[in-house]
Each structure stands twice: as C-alpha cells, then as structure tokens.
C-alpha cells in the first residue's frame, strides 16, 4: 500500500518536474528569439525604456508633490511637548490665575451668545433654498423659498444691466404690507421685450402676484408669496425672498417691523 | 580613429550624464531642505509673535502654562474672541470647532448654520508649536484673500433682453440635477490656509476630481518653492485645516463667504 503511494508521488514529481522544464525552456527560447531577432529586441528595448521613463516622470512628480510635503508635515516636530498634566491645585496664585479666567472666559460666552436674538428672527439659506423661523432661540417653523436666480439680463443695446440676486448678511423687517401691490420696475417690461411706461403709468401696478403679505428688507427686496409656487426651492427670483402662502402668514405673524432676518 | 572618436563621444555623454545626475541630486536635496526648514521657520514665527510675554513688573505662576485646565481655558477665551471679533461685522463668517466636529455658519454673531464635518486633518504645527502662541494667534479671525474652487461663487446666467414680444421666451425653471464636484481652498493674510473637500462616501467620480484639485494645490505649492529656490529665500510654509463634508455643505459654505471673507478656528 505504502509502496503505491510512493510511486505514485514519484510519478506527480516527475511530471511536476517534466512540466517546469517544459517551461523554463519555453521560456529560454523565448528570451532567445527576442535576442536573436534585432526588430523584436529593438521594440522590447523601447518598451522597456518607455515605462522606465513613465515611471522615472511619475516618481519625480511623487517625489515633489507628494513626498516632499509629507516631509515637510514630518519635520515640523521642535523639543516643545505640550504637557497636559495637573500642577499644584492648591497653589493661591494659581487659583487666583484660573478664576480669573474662568470668569474671562464666561464674560465672552455671554457677551457672545447676547449677539442672537430673544425674539423671533428668520435665517434665509439662498444656497439651498430653505428658510428657518426662529422663536425664543428655537426653530419653530422651516421650509422651502426661492431666491435670487443669479441672471445677468442686458437689453439688447446693452446699455442697462441688473443681475438678480439676493443679498447677504444682516436685514431687519422695515415695513410689513398686507395684500401688496407689486409696482413693476423697469426690468420687467424689458425681459419681456415690452416697451418701458412711464413712471407712475396704470402698467406697472399690479395686484396678487405678490400673495396675502410682503415684508420689506429694503432697497426694494421683500418677502412675499408667490404664484409659481412649483419653483419654491430653486433660485428663480429677481432678488427677493419667495414663500408659499402658509409659511408666509406664519412669518408675517411672527415678525414684526424690526425683527432680524439674516441671509446666507 | 573612427573607434577612438566614438569612445569619445561616449565618454563625454557618460560625463554629462553624471554631472545632471549630481545636479538634479543637489537640486532636490536643496527643495527637501528648503521645504523641511520652512514648518520649523514658521513654528519658531508662532512661538516669537504670539508666545507669552513676561511682564516685567509682578509674579506669574509660570508652570500654569502646562495644566490642562488653564489649556482648556485659554483655547476657548480664543475662540471666544475670535467669534466676537468677527461678530462686529455684518457679513457671513465660519467657525469651526473641530473637538466638535462641526462648522458653523455666523452672521453678526448669530450662528445660522451648523454643518457636520465628517473629517478633518489639522497642520501638525499647531500641535507643535507653543500651545499658548497657538491660542492666541487663534484669537483673531482669519482673513482670506483668496480662494480656488471647483465652483463658481456666485453661478451668473447671462441673458440678453429679448427686442420684442415675439422675441421673448419664458424662462426654464434651473437644472437642479447637474452634478457638481465641489472643493475649496481658502487662502489667508495670516498664512493659513482652511481646505474644504467634498466627502467622496465611495463615489469615484469624486474622489477623482477631489485628486486633481489637490494635484493642482501641490504644484502650486512646488512652483511656489521653486521660486523661493531662484531668489534663495526660505519658502513660507502654510499650515493648513483640512475639512471634509458632504458636497452640498461644502457648497453652502463657500457661496455664502464673502470673498474677503473670516473664520475662525478651535482645536
């Protein structure tokens, strides 16, 4: 029994053995025929120089961009050693130290924290379109709005310009108006193709696009509702704020003239 | 002869390979050194502007330099201040605190939106430099002067008013499903530089253009060295926060940052 399996091993190694030969041979010819033949060496020659000079130009560009900063990050080490540890606690003058920062310190958190209102204020997000009303430091109400579309519109003689966006920072409610009449400026007989009126001309007032309520942020920007109420969450105003009818009635009753609304 | 003016030929280009083989050797030996000088230049900058002074007259009880408790203290009066310095003005400013892991969107000192960042990687020379230096240059806002970016600031349509009536078409409500990649770096008087990167979550598209941006900073920065190597002057380094969040975020933060805009910083 013990016989068979020997032999039987002999015979795998020996045909393990015959195959590598096989191989090896296969593979001297090889290298043979390409250092015989000039065209094949040639072309393995160039090969072979093409991806040295790859890796050459790779290993520069690593060396410099990706080496070197890491280096750079590496060396930035000095003898100092930040040193977390408690000292002596019950030292007068350290005592004395640290209270007077504590007190420093909570002196800021409180200066700091009388920056956001006690009453309600609104934070417009003109990036994505969103709008949080807030009461008592707590949001209290967030949804959908649409501000400015960031067109550039130029009349065909290119004469006059406007480019319609929201502006950013700091606002406070200035006037609030129940059922608004929009007075149409220039711009919107021109991106029509309509021939400007006059001003104060019958043309320019027109009642209900504006919704139930508008407050006014200055230099002509408003908040106020809107018709197109499909387009709330993308930027498609020319500069003010737009809400659909029910969270406007909301902020219309939250704010009052005065209230802060910050846009981002 | 023909054969001894071949040997010559080789000869002489065996010499001129050595000598640019040396000469790229000392070139690179001069950029490596050049550049690892430049953190440790710019940590001994901190320790002298923004370390402590001993007044002249009075005690300190200097050892309280190393207590945990006077570190934490310290870190956040600076970030205090900085928040209240920045709070002065009415435009949009960014904290971030970074023990935290969030950014937060300021106007006026209100903050107004708060962003979570997935992760960040500080410059080792704050970690290195003097930790009382390291608060107080962290006790003034940043500024920034410039920025790159993967996105407009401000996304301009331009459109020409139609003629007449005939002319006009309504506007198209905007594509909202255009894929943007976005990633930011801003860079500051101070010499800091605060990068934000879009957070790739496996999408190799992004990770790809994340990549190239940063491959462009790098040769920025090498250009940058090199022409501090011309003029032998030792390059400035620029210690730098790396934040990485979700595209939309990244594109919240730098569209509403003014272009000299703040931020400031707390670890």
């Known amino acids: 029994m013990s016989d068979d399996i020997s032999n039987k091993n002999q015979k795998e190694n020996k045909g393990r053995s015959f195959a590598e030969s096989e191989l090896v041979q296969l593979i001297t010819g090889f290298v043979k025929a390409i250092i015989s033949n000039k065209i094949v060496r040639r072309t393995f020659l160039n090969v072979f120089k093409g991806i040295a000079i790859i890796i050459s130009i790779a290993a ?41 920062l504590k007190s420093e310190v909570s002196l800021l958190e409180r200066k700091y924290r009388s920056f956001t209102p006690g009453q309600s204020f609104l934070v417009i997000n003109t990036t994505g379109n969103r709008f949080y009303l807030y009461r008592n430091k707590k949001i209290i109400r967030e949804g959908f709005c649409s501000s400015g579309s960031y067109t550039r519109l130029v009349t065909p003689e290119g004469s006059r310009e406007w480019v319609f966006k929201t502006p950013k920072g700091k606002f406070w409610i200035q006037e609030k108006i129940v059922k608004p009449l929009w007075v149409k400026p220039d711009w919107a007989f021109i991106e029509e193709g309509l021939p400007v009126p006059p001003p104060g001309d019958e043309s320019r007032y027109e009642r209900g696009v504006l919704g139930d309520y508008a407050m006014s942020l200055g230099n002509g920007y408003l908040i106020h509702g809107t018709i197109y109420k499909r387009l709330l969450g993308m930027p498609v105003t020319h500069g003010c704020i737009r809400l659909n009818d029910e969270d406007l009635e909301i902020i219309f009753n939250t704010l009052s003239i005065g209230s802060k609304v910050y846009i981002f | 002869m023909e054969l001894q003016n071949q040997n010559r030929i080789v000869k002489k280009s065996n010499v001129t390979i050595k000598i640019s083989a040396i000469i790229a050797v000392l070139f690179t030996a001069y950029f490596v050194i050049l550049s690892i000088i430049a953190p440790s230049k710019k940590i ?70 708060n962003i979570k960042i997935i992760r ?89 253009h994340r990549c190239i941006f940063d491959l462009n900073d790098r040769f920025r920065n090498a250009f940058y060295i090199l022409k501090c190597m011309v003029n032998f002057k030792t390059p400035d380094y620029h210690p730098y926060i790396k934040l990485y969040i979700p595209a939309r975020e990244a594109r919240i933060i730098y569209r509403a940052l003014p272009q000299k805009g703040q931020f400031a910083i707390f670890r």
Do not use: C, W
């Open chain 1, 60 to 100: 520069f560009f690593g060396f410099y961009l990706y080496l070197t900063p890491f280096l750079q990050d590496a060396g930035s080490k000095t003898d100092y050693k930040p040193v977390t540890y408690r000292i002596n606690t019950n030292n007068r003058e350290y005592k004395r130290q640290i209270s007077a």
């Open chain 2, 44 to 113: 001994a900058y901190i320790n002298k502007e923004f370390g402590y002074k001993k007044p002249e007259k009075g005690a300190y009880y200097d050892s309280i330099f190393f207590d945990s408790t006077f570190i934490t203290l310290n870190r956040e009066k600076s970030f205090y201040q900085a928040r209240i310095a920045m709070a002065t003005s009415d435009s949009v400013s960014l904290s971030v605190n970074l023990p935290d892991s969030s950014a937060i969107l300021e106007i006026n000192g209100v903050p107004v939106y």
């Open chain 2, 120 to 208: 960040a990687r500080i410059s080792k020379v704050f970690a290195n430099s003097d930790e009382y230096a390291v608060s107080s240059m962290l006790s003034t806002p940043f500024n920034i002067i410039h920025d790159y970016s993967t996105i407009k600031k401000e996304p301009v349509v331009h459109k020409v008013a139609p003629r007449d009536t005939t002319e006009y078409k309504p506007d198209a409500p905007p594509d909202t499903s255009k894929t943007e990649y976005v990633n930011v770096i801003f860079e500051t008087r101070e010499g800091v530089r605060l990068h934000i990167f879009q957070e790739t979550n496996g999408n190799s598209s992004a990770f790809f």
